[in-house]
């Protein structure tokens, strides 16, 4: 089992910047992948960006392309997102997942049913 916990959420403005935060615990060394995901009111739950533990290797989607950054510290099993020049269609309640480490996949994962374990969200406001 792995646990997820995000932070850094918050109120900003359009134009503006936050960095979130996901701190996994248990079983961190089994997987593979650490993914964002997101959902807004009334809207479909959407991958945003996801890191191979190994090697660092990243994908995005095209509206996180060259504004936001995901990266990860091992040492702390925690995972980032830096989100710069934020917009009002990024307000969203942000979630993080882990894989299960039960399968290996060539290309890093962008579907949310390919991951299992998923933390509570923390949630963005982004203000015009």
């Known amino acids: 089992q792995v646990q997820l916990v995000e932070s850094g959420g918050g109120l900003v403005q359009a134009g503006g910047s936050l960095r979130l935060s996901c701190a996994a615990s248990?079983?961190?060394?089994?997987?593979?992948?650490m993914a964002w995901f997101r959902q807004a009111p009334g809207k479909e739950r959407e991958f945003v960006a996801a890191?191979?533990?190994?090697?660092?290797?990243?994908i995005y989607s095209d509206s996180a392309k060259g504004r936001f950054t995901i990266s990860r510290d091992n040492a702390k099993n925690t995972v980032y997102l830096q989100m710069n020049s934020l917009k009002p269609e990024d307000t969203a309640l942000y979630y993080c997942a882990a894989d299960s480490g039960s399968r290996y996949y060539y290309s890093i994962p962008m579907r949310g049913a390919l991951y299992a374990y998923w933390g509570q969200g923390t949630q963005v406001t982004v203000s015009s």
């Open positions: 890191i191979r533990r190994s090697g660092g290797d990243t």
């Open positions: 248990g079983r961190t060394s089994s997987n593979y992948y």
